[in-house]
């Protein structure tokens, strides 16, 4: 979520700093300091104040010079999704993390100018609901009607959100 600016200006007082004395650091990457980034692209993009469209995928870090120069390394496998899991449930942990993939990636729903319809699938929808907010609420926060008051309750999780 940070803003390119900021990992832009860190490469030019590395460059600065480590290529004193005709130090030839001036001329590489972050002065030849190793320097990890680590997120989801897909999910977390900067925050423009009244920015359109275009000023936040152009604040994202994948818009910055830097970017071309780093070394991209991809997580295969959903170790959260799969750890405590049932043999049996495996696969279809499986296909679900990867339609959620596929879904963030934007190959869902045919060509994609940043508006796409694309099916959900039927296992994932709530049916036969007439509080269907309700529903969703409590599948995705279990007993937090009933233990929001133990101040305990929240201690051992956080919930968190941009600005």
């Known amino acids: 979520m940070t803003h390119k600016h900021a990992f832009e200006a860190l490469d030019r007082t590395l460059r600065d700093m480590l290529g004193q004395n005709g130090n030839m650091n001036c001329e590489r990457p972050?002065?030849?300091k190793v320097v990890v980034f680590c997120g989801d692209f897909r999910q977390t993009l900067p925050?423009?104040?009244?920015?359109?469209?275009?000023?936040?995928?152009?604040?994202?870090?994948?818009?910055?010079?830097i970017w071309g120069i780093c070394k991209l390394f991809k997580l295969t496998k959903?170790?959260?999704?799969?750890?405590g899991s049932d043999k049996s449930k495996i696969q279809e942990i499986k296909e679900f993390a990867n339609w959620l993939?596929?879904?963030?990636?934007?190959?869902?729903?045919?060509?994609?100018d940043g508006d796409a319809t694309f099916d959900i699938p039927e296992d994932l929808l709530i049916k036969?609901?007439?509080?269907p907010i309700s529903q969703l609420i409590n599948f995705v926060y279990p007993c937090i009607l009933i233990d929001y008051e133990n101040p305990d309750f929240f201690s051992e999780g956080a919930l968190l959100t941009n600005k």
């Open 101 to 112: 993939l596929d879904l963030g990636e934007g190959k869902l729903g045919g060509q994609n």
């Open 78 to 83: 959903n170790m959260r999704l799969i750890v």
């Open 47 to 65: 925050i423009v104040q009244g920015g359109t469209r275009q000023d936040i995928v152009n604040a994202s870090f994948c818009s910055s010079y």
């Open 128 to 131: 036969y609901s007439s509080y």
């Open 30 to 32: 972050f002065g030849e």
